[in-house]
């Protein structure tokens, strides 16, 4: 592994400029495979730099609400339990990996946000034992959780697929219930493999030479935000109280309830309510809150900078009809044999410019569905295979990593030769599973 690390470590830029390099490669594309001009796909960048803000908002929120969580006094014992459950370094990189992946097939947000944390905590736990744990590996197993997201409960094109009303029941005139895309027998048996192929992969590349090992660089911080604000005046002695956080947190869990009683499903919005409602609930007083609120909020930046940019080179494979070509392009080699091989890899490659799931889907489904249709493959079998290629490239796409190295303090080159490794792996089961369901 030293050599493909040496080699990321001076050729792979930061994530700012992978997303400045991929907006030029695209707009380039575009102008060589469709008809726009460069006026088009400038103003079609433009147009779309706006295209996320509310996912770039609810992205902000599950990052700093999630740094606010886990610097709870009660969370951060919990993970300190848990970053004690491994005993060896490769132990570690394997459970971190574990409940990162059933924390993605929850929800994705979750997967991020958890795996992070718990791998800075393992990093000091190990610390504090003088065992030595390689740092940026944790990191990435932790991000390698990933790879299975689309796999679970959040899956956002199954879910749309399964949704009354929505662009793919009018297209293929109904549903696809998630009894045959997220709980089909097929689908969970690839999930496991995933899991377990991966665990091998990291198994296999994990460091073993001292000499190897990069350990965490920051101390722990202190256990607990110590708040000693002077109470003197009525104001102060309210922001000294628990009650305004506690009835606060009780709103939000009846809010949750009726959600959930009322048949509602775990969305992104509701997890950061979730991780709402538990912050003010844990924490001490409104004094404590505004200092972990301090704390977290210089974790967010690179995402308020870089997901906009992103959401221009969505703009401009959307609106110069550049996904449609690319799409088009796999269709045409496509049988009903390798129909779903070809979807899926035409999905991995897709994500690598527009690493959104639901973007994803709105654009590229509509192409791949008409093509089922017209060569006899179930529609069910074309969702997935854009699931699994959103999720398969993930491991070497800055996006979605960016929440995880901000609370890490870590950039995408320091892992991205162990998720490269992880993509391969995945690769195979992914790939693996397209052909047999195609039999």
């Known amino acids: 592994m030293r050599p493909l ?22 707009a380039v594309l575009a102008l060589i495979f469709t008809d726009a001009g460069p006026v088009t796909v400038v103003e ?29 006094g009660p969370v951060r014992k919990l993970l300190h339990r848990l970053a004690k459950v491994p005993k060896t370094a490769v132990q570690a990189y394997l459970f971190i990996f574990v409940v990162a992946s059933i924390a993605c097939l929850i929800t994705w947000g979750l997967g991020l946000v958890a795996g992070a944390l718990l791998a800075r905590e393992i990093a000091h736990v190990f610390r504090e034992r003088g065992t030595p744990v390689h740092f940026p590996m944790l990191v990435a197993a932790a991000f390698s959780g990933m790879v299975v997201w689309h796999m679970g409960y959040s899956a956002s094109g199954p879910l749309t697929a399964a949704t009354p009303g929505s662009f ?20 969970i048996i690839a999930c496991l493999v995933t899991i377990v192929v991966v665990l091998g992969a990291l198994y296999l590349i994990a460091p073993r030479d001292p000499k190897a090992v990069v350990t965490l660089k920051a101390a722990r911080s202190d256990e607990e935000v110590r708040v000693e604000e002077e109470v003197v005046t009525p104001a102060d002695r309210v922001d000294a109280s628990r009650i305004p956080t506690l009835l606060m947190g009780l709103l939000l869990v009846g809010y ?91 999905a991995g490659l897709v994500n690598f410019f527009v690493p959104s799931g639901g973007g994803q889907i709105a654009v590229q489904a509509p192409i791949l569905l008409e093509a089922a249709g017209s060569l006899g493959t179930d529609p069910a079998v074309a969702i997935m295979a854009v699931a699994y290629g959103d999720q398969w490239t993930n491991m070497i796409q800055p996006f979605w990593a960016l929440p995880l190295l901000a609370i890490a303090g870590l950039k995408m080159r320091d892992i991205l030769s162990y998720t490269t490794i992880v993509l391969l792996a995945s690769g195979v089961v992914f790939a693996a599973t397209m052909v047999i369901v195609s039999l």
């Open 256 to 346: 949750l309830v009726i959600h959930f009683s009322g048949g509602g499903s775990l969305t992104l919005d509701i997890v950061n309510w979730s991780f709402l409602a538990l912050i003010m609930l844990l924490v001490r007083n409104p004094f404590e809150l505004i200092a972990l609120t301090k704390q977290a909020a210089s974790n967010v930046g690179e995402i308020l900078l870089q997901f906009p940019l992103y959401a221009g080179i969505l703009g401009i494979m959307s609106g110069t009809g550049l996904m449609t070509v690319i799409s088009e392009a796999f269709v045409s080699i496509s049988t009903q044999e390798t129909f779903a091989l070809w979807a899926f890899l035409s």
């Open 44 to 72: 079609e960048w433009g147009l779309g730099l706006a295209g996320l803000l509310e996912f770039i908002t609810q992205m902000a929120l599950i990052l700093f609400l999630g740094y606010i969580l886990a610097n709870t």
């Open 168 to 187: 793919i029941e009018d297209q293929i005139g109904g549903t696809i219930p998630i009894s045959e895309t997220i709980f089909s027998t097929w689908n």
């Open 5 to 26: 690390n040496t080699a990321v470590e001076k050729l792979i830029p930061s994530a700012l400029v992978f997303a400045v390099a991929l907006t030029f490669i695209v």
